[in-house]
């Protein structure tokens, strides 16, 4: 929470603050995000409008996480930047909707929220350890990246009989109906009947 007593509700007057403060919970996605009590460095402005505080800033950290393709550790520096009215309570932008307008508690503003939304915004949603990583064998898991030439060699089911071919021998194929013989032994007619 920041105090905006200092700005005694006179437009156009403003403060800069610096803060470095511990990461709450939550600041990223499942994949990469910025780990629990790491050091989140804010950069802010407060300025004071008709309708409220302006608080402009910037929030810097490390955010943790995994490449998606590889599964490799991997490790960022992120920055962003937010933007964000509070409101006072009895101006017109506290009569919108509340969804849209945050309001300040008497003094107090809490810039968590609009940081955790920057953040998560920020973040890319298939983080990659390198824009060309080849990821891992979808058959074996091996790490495409240390095994250029890696592969395997799979035979299409449907093309498995003529491997047989290759190989020397001759493809077992399915009797037909047609080729079986008789009950009494002798081959089939042309209507399967003497």
């Known amino acids: ?51 409220g505080v302006l608080v402009s800033g910037t929030a810097r950290a490390a955010v943790t996480g995994e490449c998606v393709r590889c599964l490799d550790p991997l490790e960022q520096q992120l920055e962003v930047s937010f933007q964000e009215l509070y409101a006072y309570p009895e101006s017109s932008s506290a009569e919108a909707d509340e969804d849209e307008v945050r309001l300040l508690e008497g003094d107090l503003l809490d810039v968590e929220p609009v940081v955790r939304d920057a953040v998560v915004l920020a973040l890319p949603l298939q983080p990659v350890c390198t824009e060309d990583c080849p990821g891992l064998c979808a058959d074996c898991g091996a790490r495409l990246a240390d095994e250029p030439g890696h592969g395997h060699d799979v035979v299409d089911a449907r093309w498995a009989a003529l491997g047989g071919l290759l190989a020397g021998g001759a493809p077992e194929r399915p009797q037909d109906a047609a080729d079986t013989p008789d009950q009494d032994g002798s081959p089939p007619g042309p209507t399967g009947r003497r």
């Open 1 to 51: 929470m920041l105090d905006t007593r200092e700005l005694g509700r006179r437009p156009g007057s403003m403060r800069r603050v610096s803060r470095t403060v511990a990461a709450p919970e939550g600041l990223g996605i499942d994949v990469l995000s910025i780990p629990v009590g790491a050091e989140l460095d804010l950069e802010l402005r407060l300025e004071a409008v008709m309708e």
